[in-house]
């Protein structure tokens, strides 16, 4: 499953979508260190002016 991206809010929630090959998405946040569900409603969050995608570099230093 191909990351479509992983962004930061204006608060510091850092959240992840991604695009499974039949176009659902998925969305996960990053919780105490781990990856865990989100709600699919945060993916409009990807949209919001205060939000950034994060760059492969600061990917890098997440968990897996």
């Given at each position: 499953?191909?990351?479509?991206g992983v962004y930061r809010t204006h608060l510091g929630l850092i959240f992840r979508?991604?695009?499974?090959a039949d176009g659902g998405l998925k969305v996960e946040v990053l919780q105490k260190g781990a990856w865990a569900p989100g709600r699919i409603g945060m993916v409009g969050l990807r949209l919001a002016p205060s939000t950034t995608k994060l760059g492969p570099a600061a990917v890098q230093r997440l968990p897996d």
């Open positions: 499953m191909p990351a479509s979508v991604t695009e499974s």
